[in-house]
């Protein structure tokens, strides 16, 4: 069960182990390597939202990636079984995160928060927007009737989301931030100082130019791709849809201590 209150870092690793989080997570290696390969291979759906050109074609070079930014196994002759994710870089990538936004915090910047995973990191986002904006930050309101051909781009509880069939989508997609930033040069509105997002919102935003930092799975390269390159500042290394989106809480608790926040 999650624990009460804001852990420790010691507490923090072994709570993220225990609900799989990190550790061994449920991702299978095959599913891992899949996604690596279709990244080195040019499929657009795996570069969520990034313009990755050629430079990530030899998929071995997508695993010392993912090797040293997540975790996994480094071995590229490991092609089923059990992967990991180390709870030790989820932790680290944390404190990064924090950083940035305590620099948001300090400056009292605009901040958009956006999900394409609500089923296990919308309040994990939600928790930071309200944290955010109780230390004197603007967070972004979306413009009004957006859409892309997946649904409509929404915003609940201060979080972008999209919206299909009255369902809240998970999408890997990066049309979706490119909507709200289209959207919000339309309208005049000034662009965010930051974004906190994962999958392709995360992607398009540090493509574009923003300060972007985000939450990654081990079968979702891009991102740690970009950070490497310096595109997305931050990414987390985590599993995204655990059992319970409780289980979050403990970590989001953390971070917010670590960022000056809570």
């Given amino acids: 069960m999650p624990i009460p209150g804001t852990p420790s870092r010691a507490e923090l690793v072994d709570h993220l182990v225990r609900t799989r989080i990190a550790g061994d997570v449920a991702t299978p290696r095959e599913n891992n390597l899949s996604h690596y390969r279709q990244l080195a291979n040019g499929n657009r759906h795996y570069w969520l939202g990034l313009e990755l050109g050629d430079r990530w074609t030899d998929e071995q070079d997508v695993l010392a990636v993912m090797a040293e930014r997540v975790g996994v196994n480094d071995d590229p002759e490991y092609r089923y079984g059990q992967d ?22 300090d400056g009292q910047q605009r901040v958009l928060l956006a999900t394409g995973h609500p089923g296990g990191l919308l309040d994990v986002h939600r928790a930071t927007a309200t944290a955010l904006r109780a230390a004197g930050c603007e967070i972004v309101v979306i413009p009004d009737g957006l859409q892309t051909e997946e649904g409509y781009v929404m915003q609940f509880a201060d979080v972008a989301v999209l919206e299909h069939g009255a369902t809240l989508w998970h999408t890997h997609s990066g049309e979706p931030m490119k909507a709200i930033l289209t ?11 930051l974004v906190v997002a ?16 985000g939450y990654a799975d081990s079968n979702d390269p891009a991102l740690f791709v970009a950070e490497s390159e310096g595109t997305v500042q931050v990414t987390v290394p985590l599993d995204d849809h655990v059992v319970s989106p409780r289980y979050y809480d403990p970590m989001t608790a953390f971070l917010l201590a670590e960022a000056g926040l809570a």
Avoid: C, F, N
């Fill in 198 to 213: 994962d999958h392709g919102w995360a992607g398009y935003a540090g493509q574009h130019g923003i300060d972007s930092v």
């Fill in 84 to 105: 990991t994710i180390d709870p030790e870089l989820t932790v680290a990538g944390l404190e990064r995160m924090a950083g940035r936004l305590r620099k948001a915090a």
């Fill in 183 to 193: 959207g919000l040069e339309r309208e005049g509105s000034p662009l965010p100082d």
